[in-house]
């Protein structure tokens, strides 16, 4: 049975476990169970961890310097930025248009929240401009100390330089540049093996997930759920691979196919980052994406190409305006776009991450950060979907530029 098979299987099988927990919760056999599916998913997200900034690092730096000696790299940087933008805008446009199409959180009875939107705690205002500083200052920093903090964008930013550099150097840095070439080889092989345990690690987390979260709070804030999870599912079975399709060359039915493992992995852990050694070894292996431009576009699409929390934030700030009663001017909404976007590109790839950043969307047009004490108890079921629309775009743009990046070679202009 091949990889994709077993995932997919042991996906249900997690999802069904799941339910059965949440039927009998006080059972003994059902502490038991938690217990070990949580030992499962630690080594299975565990493992996928250690990876992250090791892979991260070396990928781009050995990306970064065959792109720049093929000559590559202005265009391939280019195509990734405009790709990464046009597909975020895309995301956000579809979720305003839905959020107003469907009226979210018009009628629904605010007083349910207000205990919950009391007791809450806000975090230290979030501005855009504090934002950006501290993008600025937490990006700026040791490379040894984004190394041992697990700093994805900084260990990025230290990368690309360090890849530069090799080319610039030429023939005096040939033995950094191979040790880097092998080491990255390395990494992935680690990679194909945590891919061995991906079923049991998704089956433990599939099944802890459905047991622990309350899914009966879904049913009080179903239609924006239900709208937000159906927007974002278009966005990833229409958009992108029409997009896939026209720019890339690819049929949507062999990128989902080749994708598959990285994309349930990102359901199930909701976490971008920790998915990012799948989603690489994916494009590569499966959809043929050539190893430079794997190792450059997916670990900054990772950190920087949210299109599934982009569209989360904008429809989840109109849900919390409709719900105040608030009319939002287009220029309000225009800003939550903007500063929806700035979010997504600041979040990092974690569960829950945009919840963080939504504060900051929120206050951009002066509503309540407390509010999102409401979206707190549905936030780890929505994010399951987000985080693999995410994910799926970072993919997607590694072909479409990938594709781009080889007319070239072949047509030199
Ligand atoms: N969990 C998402 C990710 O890792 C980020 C978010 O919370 O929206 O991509």
Redesign the pocket.
Same mark, same amino acid.
């Not at 852990?269 to 998915?275: C, D, L, Q, R």
């Not at 979040?347 to 950043?357: C, D, F, K, L, W």
């Given at each position: 049975m091949n990889l994709n098979t077993q995932i997919l299987i042991a996906a249900i099988a997690g999802v069904g476990l799941g339910l059965l927990l949440t039927s009998y919760p006080q059972a003994d056999f059902a502490q038991t169970t938690l217990y070990v599916l949580g030992i499962l998913s630690s080594i299975f997200i565990g493992l996928l961890k250690m990876l992250l900034i090791p892979l991260i690092f070396s990928s781009i730096v050995v990306g970064v310097s065959n792109l720049q000696a093929g000559g590559e790299f202005g265009r391939v940087w280019k195509i990734t930025a405009l790709s990464c933008v046009t597909t975020t805008t895309l995301a956000l446009i579809l979720g305003i248009s839905c959020a107003h199409l469907f009226d979210v959180g018009k009628g629904v009875d605010i007083t349910l929240f207000q205990s919950a939107m009391q007791n809450h705690q806000t975090p230290d205002t979030l501005t855009p401009s504090s934002f950006l500083t501290n993008f600025i200052q937490n990006t700026l920093i040791n490379p040894f100390k984004a190394f041992s903090e697990g700093n994805v964008l900084a260990v990025v930013v230290f990368a690309l330089f360090l890849g530069v550099a090799l080319v610039k150097g030429g023939e005096r840095f040939n033995t950094v540049r191979q040790l880097s070439q092998q080491f990255f080889e390395m990494m992935m092989m680690l990679v194909s093996w945590v891919m061995k345990l991906a079923p049991l690690g998704i089956f433990a987390l599939l099944a802890k997930l459905i047991a622990t979260e309350d899914l009966s709070v879904l049913s009080r804030l179903a239609e924006f759920a239900f709208v937000v999870t159906g927007t974002t599912i278009f966005h990833g079975l229409v958009v992108l691979p029409t997009l896939l399709w026209i720019f890339g060359k690819m049929n949507p039915l062999t990128f989902f196919r080749g994708a598959r493992a990285a994309l349930v992995t *990102?359901f199930a !852990?909701?976490?971008? =980052? *920790?998915?990012m050694p799948l989603s690489m070894r994916c494009a590569q292996e499966n959809l043929g994406v050539r190893p430079q431009t794997a190792g450059f576009v997916i670990p900054l699409g990772?950190q920087l190409n949210?299109d &599934?929390?982009a569209l989360?934030?904008a429809a989840a700030a109109l849900f919390i305006a409709n719900l105040m009663g608030l009319d939002l001017s287009l220029t309000q909404q225009f800003i939550v776009c903007l500063t929806a976007m700035i979010a =997504?590109l600041g *979040?990092? &790839?974690?569960? =829950? *991450? &945009?919840? /963080? !950043?939504m504060i900051m969307v929120l206050q951009s047009v002066g509503l309540p950060a407390e509010a999102i004490a409401i979206l707190l108890p549905i +936030?780890r079921l929505l +994010?399951t979907v987000?985080?693999v629309v995410? /994910?799926q775009g970072d993919m997607m743009i590694s072909v479409v530029v990938d594709r781009y990046a080889k007319q070239t070679e072949i047509e030199p202009s």
């Open positions: *990102a !852990t909701s976490s971008s =980052s *920790a998915t990772t949210m &599934g929390t989360y934030e =997504s *979040a990092p &790839g974690i569960p =829950s *991450a &945009g919840m /963080v !950043t +936030d +994010d987000r985080t995410n /994910v």
